[in-house]
């Protein structure tokens, strides 16, 4: 099974300030089967991003998926307060969903 | 707008089962796979199961396998989990989730199942 490792763990950034989050696959996988999601505390996850760089419907310019094979990253420029969360990339495998353990965006 | 509600939540004793259910709204729903996902309490997403528009293709984590059974009812626009043999460890909060590509594009509010004696 493919295994996705966000790092950091906890990013404490200023409102303003440029967020840069990592998704890492255990081994290769195709672009189109991954995607991000924003959870804010007490709220469901939201589709930020598939296909590795698409917008969701919705979702502000500021965010912005790249990346391939083993490595892909989510920007967020000039962080808002609402942008403090936690943030997980997500691979899709044989109409099975993995999630990688997330990373916490926290106000520095 | 879409609207996914689950319901069946609750405190269970390990060992017992219980049904949840999530009302789907605002969308064709038989156009749709649909999933449920599962978060332990301060915990990450681990998906638990998936069910093709028609039925026909139904998965399982290896965690929930031979446990929890997925059903939907096209007619009613719902979407069923069958939790069996619970487990303290599958004290979670369960959410409905949408299938769109090879995403979950739309996610209910989750219902809360707590396994103790």
């Known amino acids: 099974d493919i295994v996705l490792t966000q790092s950091p763990g906890t990013l404490s950034l200023s409102p303003g300030e440029r967020a840069t989050l990592s998704c890492r696959p255990s081994?290769?996988?195709?672009?189109?089967?991954l995607a991000w999601y924003q959870q804010i505390p007490g709220q469901a996850p939201k589709l930020l991003i598939y296909?590795?760089?698409t917008r969701a419907t919705g979702i502000p310019d500021r965010f912005s998926g790249s990346g391939s094979g083993t490595d892909f990253t989510l920007t967020i420029n000039r962080l808002e307060p609402e942008d403090f969360a936690v943030y997980y990339c997500?691979?899709?495998?044989?109409?099975?969903?993995?999630f990688g353990q997330g990373t916490k965006l926290e106000i520095k | 707008e879409v609207q996914l509600v689950e319901s069946g939540g609750g405190l269970v004793q390990p060992g017992r089962s219980l049904r949840l259910s999530c009302a789907a709204s605002?969308?064709?729903?038989?156009?749709?796979?649909m999933h449920w996902v599962r978060q332990a309490p301060g915990k990450g997403l681990e998906w638990v199961s998936g069910?093709?528009?028609?039925?026909?293709?139904?998965d399982y984590a290896d965690s929930v396998k031979g446990r929890f059974t997925i059903s939907r009812d096209n007619a009613k626009n719902s979407l069923y989990l069958q939790l069996n043999s619970l487990r303290p460890e599958d004290t979670a909060l369960y959410y409905c989730?949408?299938?769109?590509?090879?995403?979950?594009?739309?996610w209910g509010q989750g219902t809360l199942v707590t396994v103790s004696s």
């Open positions: 989730a949408k299938n769109f590509g090879y995403q979950l594009d739309s």
């Open positions: 081994q290769s996988v195709t672009s189109r089967y």
């Open positions: 997500q691979h899709y495998h044989l109409s099975r969903y993995t």
């Open positions: 605002g969308f064709t729903f038989d156009d749709f796979a």
């Open positions: 069910i093709s528009w028609n039925s026909l293709n139904i």
């Open positions: 296909g590795a760089s």
